[in-house]
């Protein structure tokens, strides 16, 4: 069973950057691709960025460009560069890692709050 550990929100104002961490604990080996989601009031659940264990990334449109995936080599914590922040950007953002085997386990998610 892998264990996810969000880390790093807070209150930013616009334009201003923020940097989440996801610290990953038990059985690493099995991750296969680890991915950050954000949910807002009333809104689903979406995937903006993820990263495979051969290094390969996708973005959302909504963050490309302004957002960057990154992980450490051992593949215990994987980060969210977050730039030129926007008020829509403000959201609960979950660290989210899937195994080879198929079981999906996710973190208790990061407040992120974007003031105009």
């Known amino acids: 069973q892998v264990q996810l550990v969000e880390s790093g929100g807070g209150l930013v104002q616009a334009g201003g950057s923020l940097r989440l961490s996801c610290a990953a604990s038990?059985?690493?080996?099995?991750?296969?691709?680890m991915a950050w989601y954000r949910q807002s009031p009333g809104k689903q659940r979406e995937m903006i960025a993820s990263?495979?264990?051969?290094?390969?990334?996708n973005y959302a449109d909504s963050v490309k460009g302004r957002f960057t995936i990154s992980r450490d080599n051992a593949w215990k914590t994987v980060y969210l560069q977050m730039n030129s922040l926007k008020p829509e950007d403000t959201a609960v953002y979950y660290c989210n890692a899937d195994r080879y085997t198929g079981g999906t386990s996710w973190g208790q998610g990061t407040q992120v709050t974007v003031s105009s």
């Open positions: 990263i495979t264990r051969g290094g390969n990334t």
């Open positions: 038990g059985g690493i080996f099995s991750i296969n691709t």
